[in-house]
Every structure is written in structure tokens, then in C-alpha cells.
């Protein structure tokens, strides 16, 4: 996946969110994954508790589809809930398979409520916090990560002038992003935003900027596996931009523009690799980094080391 040759369409703006549609060819068919979110929906996925707040298991369960997990994929549920520490594919009928992760409740090691303590129920959210996200997948300290969904808690009772902490589990990031004057703001971006990529076909991919400020890139090697990413993916973007409209947007910086995001991705491609991490049964994740940001490439053997997803970052 070449960056060079992606067609940058936007920006496309909603109060201090403007976001960027990357479009570009397919590597690979991506009809054969489906997203953790939607598998766990169809009851073709267990994500099994383990007893170690650093480790899980995924079972994918399906006949045929590749299982994708993206870091920061937060699964609600277990002795705490957890977000998932890297991007991972599982083939189908795999059994049960160790991944890393996060705790992202720190106050909690039983059973809450009706759900099962043995395995997780859903994953419907995804780390709405470029802090947040870089703490699990580059620093990799459940320490940092506990503390940055403390700030990112906060930064959001903040901006909605009122507590989101949920009582039923103060700490837990998944609660907290519940909240219902929350999805009510997020609802207002996504009427704006949610349909921009029935233009763009070809969309395989967004960057977005929160303030006048470069914040996150993700690419994909299908446009379909974007698509099925998109409604998950935006909902983030959402999240991180309500928690920081309370912050001032940049004074006397130019506006992002298309060629500014390219010009971010040039720069990126000219880091070093820092980090080669192999992530079994079938990828590996190289981590780049340079002076404005870190680049993670995730590779996937069973289709020949195609880049799987380009996750680009701002420092």
C-alpha cells in the first residue's frame, strides 16, 4: 500500500472535526474478514476471560471468515473490560488463541450485573483518545492506559459540563462513553458525517483533525473492510473531538488541508522502524516512527504480507 498513490478527498467538517477520505485501489478482497464488533453480534466469535488482565482469548468460531481485531477494540463484559493491545486476524475455526490486552476498568474484578464473568458480550467501541490509543499499542503500559482513561473521562465531563463516570463502575471507559448526553452530542456529528463515504466508492480509508491539528490516519488494503470499520471508526474520531472542544482551537495556523495530509504521510514514510512485532497465527506489525508521528504497518502472511492497515498518528 503506497501512499503516494491516495486521492485525498475533504475536508469535510463538523464543528472542530474535520475529516479526510483516502481513496485508492484494493489489494485484497475483503469480503473473506469480518470486524470484531459485528462477529461477536452474530455469535460467531468468543472472547473468553482469562484471569489475566494482560492477556485474553478469541475463538473465532465461523466456517469461513477471517476474524479482524483492530487495537483498541474494547470488549464490554469478563472480570473487567478490556481493550485488545494489537491488530490481529484469526482464520476460521482457529480455537482458542492468547491476545494482549488492556484493562480499561480498574476498579472491578467480578461479574457486573447479568453479564457472564467467563467471556465478553460486545464490542461496540473503540479508544476515542489518541493518548488513550498510543498507551496500549506503542508505551504498552496498563499503567498509562488506566491513567489516560482517567484523563479521557475527565476531558469529556468537561466538554458535556457534567459527569460521565457511570455509578455502576466509575472507572470503566466503556460506561462512561455510554452516557446519554454523550451519544445524544455524538448523534449531531454523525448526522453530519456518518454518509460522506456513499460518494466515495473507492474510500479506503480517512484521516481526521481536531482543532486545526493533524490527529490519526487509517488505511486499509480493501475499501469493503473500511466500510465495515466506518461506523466504529467515526464514532472514535467523534468521541475525541467532543473531549477536546473545550480546549481552544489553534490560533493563526492555517487551516488543514488535503495537501497538508499528504504532506503528513510523506513525512511519516521517511521514519525509521523502531519495532517489528509478530502477532500469531498471521501478522506482523512494523512500527515507524519520525519526527511528526508514528506509523504502525500491519502485514498479514495469509495474504502474502499485504499491508492489512496503515494506522498513522501525529506526535
Known amino acids: 500500500m503506497n501512499s503516494n498513490n491516495l486521492t485525498i478527498a475533504g475536508p469535510f467538517t463538523h464543528e472542530n472535526l474535520s475529516i479526510f477520505l483516502l ?28 484471569g489475566d488482565v494482560g492477556q485474553l482469548e478469541v475463538e473465532n468460531l465461523s466456517e469461513g471468515l477471517d476474524l479482524y481485531i483492530q487495537a483498541g477494540d474494547v470488549v464490554k463484559g469478563g472480570r473487567q473490560d478490556r481493550t485488545l493491545g494489537v491488530d490481529f486476524v484469526l ?14 476498568e480498574s476498579g472491578r474484578w467480578h461479574r457486573r450485573a447479568a453479564e457472564d464473568a467467563g467471556s465478553f458480550s460486545s464490542s461496540k467501541s473503540y479508544l476515542a483518545s489518541k493518548k488513550l490509543r498510543m498507551a496500549a499499542k506503542l508505551s504498552k503500559s496498563q ?6 482513561v482517567a484523563e479521557t473521562q475527565e476531558d ?7 459527569p460521565i463516570c ?23 456529528f454523525r448526522a453530519a458525517l456518518s454518509r ?12 481526521f483533525a481536531i ?13 469493503m473492510l473500511f466500510r ?8 472514535a474520531a467523534v468521541l475525541e473531538a467532543i473531549a477536546e472542544s473545550h480546549r481552544n482551537v489553534r490560533k493563526g495556523e492555517p487551516p488543514v488541508t488535503a495537501g497538508a495530509i499528504r504532506d503528513w504521510f510523506s513525512e511519516a514514510d521517511r521514519g525509521e522502524v523502531s519495532d517489528r512485532q509478530e502477532v500469531p497465527p498471521r501478522v506482523s506489525v512494523a512500527t515507524r516512527r519520525s519526527e511528526k508521528s508514528v506509523l504502525f504497518d500491519t502485514c498479514d502472511h495469509g495474504l502474502n504480507d499485504a499491508v492489512l492497515h496503515k494506522n498513522l498518528v501525529a506526535n
Not at 196 to 207: F, L, N, R, S, T
Not at 228 to 235: E, G, R, V
Request: charged residues 25%; contains cysteine; hydrophobic residues 35%.
Open 196 to 207: 460522506i463515504i456513499d460518494d466515495a466508492p473507492d474510500a479506503v480509508g480517512y484521516a
Open 143 to 148: 499503567g498509562e492506559v488506566w491513567a489516560k
Open 91 to 104: 482464520p476460521a475455526k482457529s480455537g482458542r488463541v492468547p491476545i494482549p490486552s488492556f484493562c480499561v
Open 211 to 223: 482543532n486545526g491539528a493533524v490527529n490519526t490516519a487509517d488505511v486499509y488494503g480493501s475499501g
Open 166 to 188: 457511570a455509578a455502576a463502575s466509575p472507572t470503566s471507559y466503556q460506561l462512561a462513553v455510554e452516557d446519554t448526553d454523550l451519544q445524544k452530542r455524538k448523534e449531531t
Open 156 to 162: 469529556l465531563s468537561t466538554s458535556l459540563d457534567k
Open 228 to 235: 465495515k470499520l466506518w461506523s466504529k471508526l467515526l464514532d
Open 23 to 50: 481513496r485508492g485501489t484494493d489489494a485484497f478482497d475483503g469480503s473473506q474478514f469480518i470486524p470484531l464488533d459485528q462477529a461477536m453480534e452474530a455469535k460467531c466469535v468468543t472472547v473468553h476471560e482469562t
